[in-house]
Antibody, heavy 124, light 107 residues
Framework: EVQLLDSGGDLVQPGGSLRLSCAASGFTFSAYDINWVRQAPGKGLEWVSGISGSGGDTYYADSVKGRFTISRDNSKKTLYLQMNSLRAEDTAVYFC?????????????????WGTGTTVTVSS | DIQMTQSPSSLSASVGDTVTITCRASQGIRNYLAWYQQKPGKVPKLLIYGASTLKSGVPSRFSGSGSGTDFTLTIRSLQPEDVATYYCHKYDSAPPTFGQGTKVEIK
């Protein structure tokens, strides 16, 4: 079964750091671009970051550029999101999501498999 | 960047009704539009891609149409399990952009 399992969310103070993980199973992980998408409490979906299947190309929303770093370890079938200089407005559920094509660098494509989500709360 | 505007933001309908949700792009996106369903407290699920192609396993009461800038998601014979928020997503080019969502409730 194709699955994505998100973890690493926590309560963190403003200015702090956190690393999220997304563990994949059931498919050839390295063939797919993967995104992080977040959802603030009571709000809609917001794309945060994407990475190519090889890990060689990364993409960020303006709201997180310079603070967040996306990476992946294809040998471990795991995606990461390193979040630094966290702000209250980063409070959200974070989902990883698989892009529904193996065409490289199509991170903006529709997403056919979503992770379980992990909650990040930034508060003092 | 292209903006996606959904309407209405919420609606309430009776079981068995036909419900229509609209998504409008600020520029043409051909048919590069997907729809997702997110039930309360759950993970988003892909319903439709290519504006009108139903993902395998999605009930046939769901349908999508449109091209260019105007798109619709139609739910025929609304069921209690369709209570959810529905999002459109344009994927013709970067960055990926979602509509603000439409919350569907049962009267």
């Amino acid at each position: 079964e194709v699955q994505l399992l998100d973890s690493g969310g926590d309560l963190v103070q403003p200015g702090g750091s956190l690393r999220l993980s997304c563990a994949a199973s059931g498919f050839t992980f390295s063939a797919y671009d993967i995104n992080w998408v977040r959802q603030a409490p009571g709000k809609g979906l917001e794309w945060v970051s994407g990475i190519s299947g090889s890990g060689g190309d990364t993409y960020y929303a303006d709201s997180v550029k310079g603070r967040f770093t996306i990476s992946r370890d294809n040998s471990k079938k795991t995606l990461y999101l390193q979040m630094n200089s966290l702000r209250a407005e980063d409070t959200a559920v974070y989902f990883c999501a698989r892009v529904a094509t193996v065409t490289p660098n199509y991170y903006f494509y529709y997403m056919d498999v979503w992770g379980t989500g992990t909650t990040v709360t930034v508060s003092s | 960047d292209i903006q996606m505007t959904q309407s209405p933001s919420s609606l309430s309908a009776s079981v068995g009704d036909t419900v229509t949700i609209t998504c409008r792009a600020s520029q043409g996106i051909r048919n590069y539009l997907a729809w997702y369903q997110q039930k309360p407290g759950k993970v988003p699920k892909l319903l439709i891609y290519g504006a009108s192609t139903l993902k395998s396993g999605v009930p046939s009461r769901f349908s999508g149409s449109g091209s260019g800038t105007d798109f619709t998601l139609t739910i025929r014979s609304l069921q209690p399990e369709d209570v959810a928020t529905y999002y459109c997503h344009k994927y013709d080019s970067a960055p990926p952009t979602f509509g603000q969502g439409t919350k569907v409730e049962i009267k």
